[in-house]
Protein backbone atom coordinates (compact mmCIF):
# COMPACT_ATOMS: atom_id res chain seq x y z
CA UNK A 1 0.00 0.00 0.00
CA UNK A 2 1.59 3.67 -0.91
CA UNK A 3 1.35 5.88 2.15
CA UNK A 4 -0.69 8.39 1.96
CA UNK A 5 0.96 10.75 4.24
CA UNK A 6 3.72 13.06 2.83
CA UNK A 7 6.05 14.22 4.82
CA UNK A 8 8.04 17.26 3.51
CA UNK A 9 12.07 18.07 4.32
CA UNK A 10 12.63 19.95 7.50
CA UNK A 11 14.15 23.11 7.15
CA UNK A 12 17.71 21.91 8.20
CA UNK A 13 17.46 19.89 5.32
CA UNK A 14 16.74 22.73 2.83
CA UNK A 15 19.67 24.44 4.23
CA UNK A 16 21.47 21.81 4.27
CA UNK A 17 20.53 21.05 -0.01
CA UNK A 18 21.39 24.47 -0.76
CA UNK A 19 24.71 24.82 0.81
CA UNK A 20 25.35 21.71 -1.81
CA UNK A 21 25.82 19.44 1.43
CA UNK A 22 24.12 15.58 1.92
CA UNK A 23 22.35 15.52 5.08
CA UNK A 24 22.51 12.31 7.59
CA UNK A 25 20.88 9.37 5.68
CA UNK A 26 18.40 9.01 8.01
CA UNK A 27 16.79 11.88 6.14
CA UNK A 28 17.05 11.18 2.68
CA UNK A 29 13.31 9.98 2.31
CA UNK A 30 12.31 13.78 4.07
CA UNK A 31 14.27 15.26 1.87
CA UNK A 32 13.43 13.32 -1.25
CA UNK A 33 10.26 14.48 -0.85
CA UNK A 34 10.49 18.33 -2.20
CA UNK A 35 8.28 18.05 -5.09
CA UNK A 36 9.78 17.60 -8.38
CA UNK A 37 13.19 16.36 -7.59
CA UNK A 38 14.56 14.23 -10.10
CA UNK A 39 16.65 11.49 -8.86
CA UNK A 40 18.83 8.85 -10.53
CA UNK A 41 19.94 5.65 -8.66
CA UNK A 42 23.15 3.83 -9.33
CA UNK A 43 22.94 0.72 -7.11
CA UNK A 44 25.83 -2.03 -6.52
CA UNK A 45 28.06 -3.98 -4.42
CA UNK A 46 30.72 -0.48 -4.87
CA UNK A 47 33.68 -3.23 -3.87
CA UNK A 48 35.59 -0.78 -4.37
CA UNK A 49 33.94 2.48 -5.57
CA UNK A 50 35.82 4.15 -8.20
CA UNK A 51 36.03 6.56 -10.92
CA UNK A 52 33.98 4.77 -13.15
CA UNK A 53 31.20 5.03 -10.85
CA UNK A 54 31.86 9.16 -10.77
CA UNK A 55 31.85 9.47 -14.54
CA UNK A 56 28.76 7.54 -15.38
CA UNK A 57 27.33 9.18 -12.13
CA UNK A 58 28.26 13.10 -13.65
CA UNK A 59 27.04 12.07 -17.26
CA UNK A 60 23.87 11.02 -15.43
CA UNK A 61 23.46 14.77 -13.89
CA UNK A 62 24.31 16.38 -16.87
CA UNK A 63 22.48 14.12 -19.73
CA UNK A 64 19.30 13.29 -17.74
CA UNK A 65 18.54 16.54 -16.01
CA UNK A 66 18.95 15.10 -12.48
CA UNK A 67 19.20 17.00 -9.72
CA UNK A 68 21.04 13.98 -7.43
CA UNK A 69 22.29 10.78 -8.25
CA UNK A 70 22.22 8.40 -5.10
CA UNK A 71 24.71 5.40 -4.86
CA UNK A 72 23.02 2.59 -3.34
CA UNK A 73 25.06 0.42 -2.11
CA UNK A 74 24.17 -2.79 -1.42
CA UNK A 75 24.71 -4.86 2.25
CA UNK A 76 24.93 -8.26 -0.62
CA UNK A 77 24.53 -8.29 -4.10
CA UNK A 78 22.54 -12.31 -4.03
CA UNK A 79 24.56 -12.54 -7.34
CA UNK A 80 28.01 -12.43 -5.97
CA UNK A 81 29.95 -14.43 -3.22
CA UNK A 82 30.76 -12.95 0.22
CA UNK A 83 34.26 -14.66 -0.37
CA UNK A 84 36.46 -10.98 -1.42
CA UNK A 85 33.70 -8.67 -0.34
CA UNK A 86 34.33 -6.52 1.89
CA UNK A 87 32.68 -5.03 4.70
CA UNK A 88 29.41 -3.01 4.37
CA UNK A 89 30.84 -0.09 6.36
CA UNK A 90 34.26 -0.15 4.42
CA UNK A 91 32.50 -0.30 0.98
CA UNK A 92 30.23 2.34 2.19
CA UNK A 93 32.71 4.40 3.53
CA UNK A 94 35.17 4.37 0.87
CA UNK A 95 32.60 5.59 -1.51
CA UNK A 96 31.79 8.62 0.37
CA UNK A 97 35.47 9.33 -0.38
CA UNK A 98 35.27 8.73 -4.38
CA UNK A 99 31.90 10.35 -5.26
CA UNK A 100 32.91 13.82 -3.68
CA UNK A 101 30.38 15.89 -5.22
CA UNK A 102 27.39 17.74 -3.93
CA UNK A 103 24.64 16.17 -5.50
CA UNK A 104 26.33 12.75 -5.68
CA UNK A 105 24.83 11.39 -2.46
CA UNK A 106 26.29 7.70 -0.80
CA UNK A 107 23.22 5.74 0.85
CA UNK A 108 22.39 3.15 2.73
CA UNK A 109 18.92 3.03 2.10
CA UNK A 110 18.36 -1.15 1.47
CA UNK A 111 20.07 -1.70 4.84
CA UNK A 112 17.22 0.77 6.36
CA UNK A 113 15.07 -0.91 4.07
CA UNK A 114 16.31 -4.54 4.74
CA UNK A 115 15.74 -5.18 1.03
CA UNK A 116 18.19 -7.65 -1.00
CA UNK A 117 16.69 -7.54 -4.72
CA UNK A 118 16.62 -4.01 -6.71
CA UNK A 119 12.80 -4.82 -7.49
CA UNK A 120 11.95 -4.51 -3.79
CA UNK A 121 14.28 -1.63 -2.93
CA UNK A 122 12.75 0.39 -6.35
CA UNK A 123 9.23 -0.15 -4.76
CA UNK A 124 9.19 0.63 -1.26
CA UNK A 125 11.38 3.63 -2.64
CA UNK A 126 8.34 4.69 -4.87
CA UNK A 127 6.37 4.12 -1.76
CA UNK A 128 8.53 7.06 0.30
CA UNK A 129 9.12 8.85 -2.38
CA UNK A 130 5.55 9.81 -4.12
CA UNK A 131 7.00 13.66 -5.18
CA UNK A 132 10.45 11.99 -6.84
CA UNK A 133 10.86 11.45 -10.52
CA UNK A 134 13.35 8.19 -9.67
CA UNK A 135 15.64 6.84 -12.76
CA UNK A 136 17.59 3.45 -12.62
CA UNK A 137 20.95 4.02 -13.91
CA UNK A 138 23.67 1.26 -14.61
CA UNK A 139 26.52 0.37 -16.99
CA UNK A 140 25.86 -1.94 -20.09
CA UNK A 141 27.43 -4.68 -18.16
CA UNK A 142 24.56 -4.85 -16.43
CA UNK A 143 22.34 -4.50 -18.68
CA UNK A 144 24.16 -7.66 -20.84
CA UNK A 145 23.32 -9.76 -17.41
CA UNK A 146 20.16 -8.01 -16.18
CA UNK A 147 17.71 -11.19 -17.24
CA UNK A 148 19.70 -13.02 -14.65
CA UNK A 149 18.03 -10.76 -11.59
CA UNK A 150 14.90 -11.53 -9.86
CA UNK A 151 12.24 -10.34 -11.94
CA UNK A 152 14.19 -8.30 -14.11
CA UNK A 153 11.85 -7.71 -16.49
CA UNK A 154 9.52 -6.21 -13.97
CA UNK A 155 12.22 -3.41 -12.82
CA UNK A 156 11.48 -1.66 -16.43
CA UNK A 157 7.91 -1.73 -15.70
CA UNK A 158 8.48 0.19 -12.90
CA UNK A 159 10.94 2.58 -13.23
CA UNK A 160 13.19 4.13 -16.17
CA UNK A 161 16.36 2.97 -16.84
CA UNK A 162 19.27 4.84 -18.13
CA UNK A 163 22.29 2.62 -19.35
CA UNK A 164 25.79 3.60 -20.27
CA UNK A 165 28.58 2.39 -22.40
CA UNK A 166 31.28 0.48 -20.66
CA UNK A 167 34.42 -0.81 -22.12
CA UNK A 168 33.96 -4.61 -24.19
CA UNK A 169 30.33 -4.69 -23.08
CA UNK A 170 28.29 -2.20 -25.49
CA UNK A 171 27.54 -4.69 -28.27
CA UNK A 172 27.21 -7.78 -26.21
CA UNK A 173 24.85 -5.71 -23.99
CA UNK A 174 22.32 -3.83 -26.96
CA UNK A 175 22.24 -7.47 -28.61
CA UNK A 176 21.05 -9.08 -25.39
CA UNK A 177 17.76 -9.90 -23.97
CA UNK A 178 16.66 -7.31 -22.49
CA UNK A 179 17.65 -4.70 -25.22
CA UNK A 180 15.69 -6.76 -27.43
CA UNK A 181 12.49 -7.03 -25.53
CA UNK A 182 12.39 -3.25 -24.83
CA UNK A 183 13.87 -2.17 -27.98
CA UNK A 184 10.98 -0.63 -29.85
CA UNK A 185 10.11 1.63 -26.63
CA UNK A 186 14.18 3.01 -26.23
CA UNK A 187 14.25 6.46 -26.54
CA UNK A 188 17.38 8.18 -28.23
CA UNK A 189 19.84 9.47 -26.09
CA UNK A 190 19.37 13.23 -27.67
CA UNK A 191 15.47 12.93 -25.79
CA UNK A 192 17.21 11.37 -22.71
CA UNK A 193 16.31 14.71 -20.36
CA UNK A 194 13.04 13.93 -20.82
CA UNK A 195 13.90 10.07 -19.57
CA UNK A 196 12.42 10.78 -15.80
CA UNK A 197 9.43 12.50 -16.55
CA UNK A 198 8.39 9.16 -18.84
CA UNK A 199 5.85 6.31 -17.75
CA UNK A 200 7.95 2.72 -17.87
CA UNK A 201 8.46 1.20 -19.66
CA UNK A 202 11.07 3.61 -20.98
CA UNK A 203 15.10 3.61 -21.16
CA UNK A 204 17.68 4.88 -23.16
CA UNK A 205 21.46 3.59 -23.69
CA UNK A 206 24.33 6.44 -24.21
CA UNK A 207 27.13 5.70 -26.57
CA UNK A 208 29.23 7.92 -23.72
CA UNK A 209 33.02 8.39 -23.35
CA UNK A 210 34.60 5.43 -21.90
CA UNK A 211 35.75 4.62 -18.61
CA UNK A 212 38.67 1.42 -18.46
CA UNK A 213 38.24 1.57 -14.18
CA UNK A 214 36.56 -2.13 -12.95
CA UNK A 215 35.93 -2.87 -9.56
CA UNK A 216 37.35 -6.34 -10.10
CA UNK A 217 40.89 -4.74 -11.51
CA UNK A 218 41.04 -2.89 -8.67
CA UNK A 219 40.05 -5.59 -6.07
CA UNK A 220 43.02 -7.70 -8.51
CA UNK A 221 45.63 -5.18 -8.28
CA UNK A 222 45.14 -4.63 -4.05
CA UNK A 223 45.96 -8.08 -3.77
CA UNK A 224 48.91 -8.44 -5.69
CA UNK A 225 51.94 -8.75 -3.85
CA UNK A 226 54.02 -5.86 -2.40
CA UNK A 227 50.61 -3.45 -3.66
CA UNK A 228 49.63 -0.57 -1.81
CA UNK A 229 46.32 0.50 0.01
CA UNK A 230 44.67 3.23 0.39
CA UNK A 231 42.84 3.84 3.46
Known amino acids: MRESVQIHATTTDEKMARRGKAPASRDIYALSRISGRRIGLLGGSFNPAHEGHRHISLLALRYLNLHEVWWVVSPQNPLKAADGMASFSERFDYAKKVARHPRIRVSDIEVQLGTRFTLDTLRRLQQRCQNTRLVWLMGADNLAQIPKWRDWN ?32 RLP ?20 RLHQASSTQIRAQRQRPGAATKG
Request: proline share 8%; net charge positive.
Open 154 to 185: LIFETIPVAVFARPSYSMLALAGKAAHRYARI
Open 189 to 208: SRSAASLADMTPPAWTFFHS
